[in-house]
């Protein structure tokens, strides 16, 4: 069986400081992470993706993952935050090998201060 | 590329009403999705299909909710009758499909918001 905690329902971040929401999983196979984002009253959109490549994934805007197999996480990061990241952020993982059925995350809304 | 198109975008019914909502995903992807995603709350899984069979439907309440995708393609999930708690949005997605080698990335349409009054 797999499953996502997204420790953190809420992060307050100043704009240009740095960005981290935080993810880890479980999983009988080999995962597939994903971040996706929502911004109010819009569609998700697909930030980043792991697939068993390298660890470190870069995403759109300037968002990053790194896939930690030992600590079974896969944390969201930026380097410094702007006004239109404010939204929410889902981190979900879909086993390959398994039922291939995705488990999304409970959310982690992003606010950011100017 | 035209993206998943999801009908109504709003609904607005009494309770014990029965409601219809159509996805029609992106050309080309085997695999859709229907999702609820109550207020606050992380998308839920209701139906997985591939092509016109069924993934997973675990979390559908079968006793109200129904969804089909006869031809693979374009689908319906419906409820009949709603309740209250049905309030949500409606989110459909699809991706390429279900193999060792697809990353199933799934791309989402705009979503049915859904009040039950």
């Known amino acids: 069986a797999q499953s996502v905690t997204q420790l953190d329902s809420h992060v307050s971040v100043s704009e240009g400081t740095p960005v981290l929401l935080r993810c880890n999983y479980s999983s009988s196979y080999s995962p597939s992470l994903f971040w996706y984002v929502q911004h109010p009253n819009k569609g998700l959109q697909l930030l980043l993706k792991?697939?068993?490549?390298?660890?470190l994934v870069k995403g759109i805007n300037g968002f990053e993952a790194e896939f930690k197999k030992s600590e079974t996480s896969f944390h969201l990061t930026k380097p410094s935050a702007h006004m239109s990241d404010a939204a929410e952020y889902f981190c979900?993982?879909?086993?390959?090998?398994?039922?291939?059925?995705?488990?999304f995350g409970r959310g982690t809304s992003l606010i950011v201060h100017p | 590329e035209a993206g998943v198109a999801q009908s109504p975008r709003y609904k607005i019914i009494e309770k014990r009403q029965s409601v219809a909502f159509w996805c029609n995903p992106i050309?080309?992807?085997?695999?859709l999705y229907w999702y609820q995603q109550i207020l606050g709350q992380g998308p839920k899984l209701l139906i997985q299909f591939q092509n016109n069979g069924v993934v997973d439907d675990s979390q559908l309440p079968k006793d109200r909710f129904s969804a089909e995708r006869l031809k693979g393609v374009d689908s319906t999930l419906k409820i009949q009758p709603a309740k209250l708690e049905d309030s949500a949005v409606y989110l459909c997605a699809s991706s390429l499909r279900l193999t060792s080698e697809s990353s199933y990335e799934q791309y989402f349409g705009p979503g049915t918001r859904l009040t039950v009054t």
């Open positions: 979900v993982v879909t086993e390959s090998g398994g039922s291939y059925i995705p488990t």
């Open positions: 792991y697939t068993s490549a390298a660890t």
């Open positions: 050309s080309g992807h085997a695999t």
